[in-house]
């Protein structure tokens, strides 16, 4: 996702997705773990995206 959706998003859509991205996280290390990973590049992006959340609270935080 963009980063604009993500700004568009009320605090609790924010943390009920970074639950969401935390539990993916989660299931693609495992799958990693037993080589079932397909998609290499999946880890990267859903850190990333749990990064983009994190900055947007921090910033909705400090204002």
């Known amino acids: ?18 639950e969401e991205l935390q539990r993916h996280l ?7 773990v037993t080589e079932k990973l397909e998609n290499s590049k999946a880890m990267h992006n859903v850190r990333r995206d749990i ?10 935080q400090q204002a």
């Open 1 to 18: 996702m963009k980063v604009r959706h993500y700004r568009e998003m009320s605090q609790d859509e924010l943390e009920s997705k970074l």
């Open 26 to 32: 989660f299931d693609l290390r495992s799958q990693a």
């Open 51 to 60: 990064a983009r959340i994190k900055t947007i609270m921090r910033e909705r």
